[in-house]
């Protein structure tokens, strides 16, 4: 069974910066696309950005410029790298990977992981 595991997520102050990753593990899977979404309290889930296989990255506008998302093909992980935090970046950070494993292919999501930026 395929599970994604996110880590890094803490309490950062504004201007500051942190860095998540997110590892999928199991056997038998091919991994597409990868990403990262938000959810804030009272708000719908936003996407913050996503890569594809070959690198190719899209983020979301609020975050353009200051975010760098990244993966690692060999180590089944991808990363966020976010700088220059402020207050509206608080929310619960979630990992997304589309993922075929044996005949399936669907969206798996990790668990979540908060994201704290103090004023």
């Known amino acids: 069974q395929v599970q994604l595991v996110e880590s890094g997520g803490g309490l950062v102050q504004s201007g500051g910066s942190l860095r998540l990753s997110c590892a999928a593990s199991?056997?038998?899977?091919?991994?597409?696309?990868m990403g990262w979404y938000r959810q804030a309290p009272g708000k719908e889930r936003e996407l913050v950005g996503s890569?594809?296989?070959?690198?190719?990255?899209n983020y979301g506008d609020s975050v353009e410029g200051r975010f760098t998302i990244s993966r690692d093909n060999a180590k089944n992980t991808v990363y966020l790298q976010m700088n220059s935090l402020v207050l509206e970046d608080t929310a619960v950070y979630y990992c997304?990977?589309?993922?075929?494993?044996?005949?399936?292919?669907?969206?798996?999501w990790g668990q979540g992981t908060q994201v704290t930026v103090s004023s």
């Open positions: 997304n990977a589309d993922i075929q494993a044996l005949t399936i292919r669907r969206e798996y």
């Open positions: 890569i594809s296989r070959g690198g190719t990255t």
């Open positions: 199991g056997s038998g899977f091919f991994i597409y696309g």
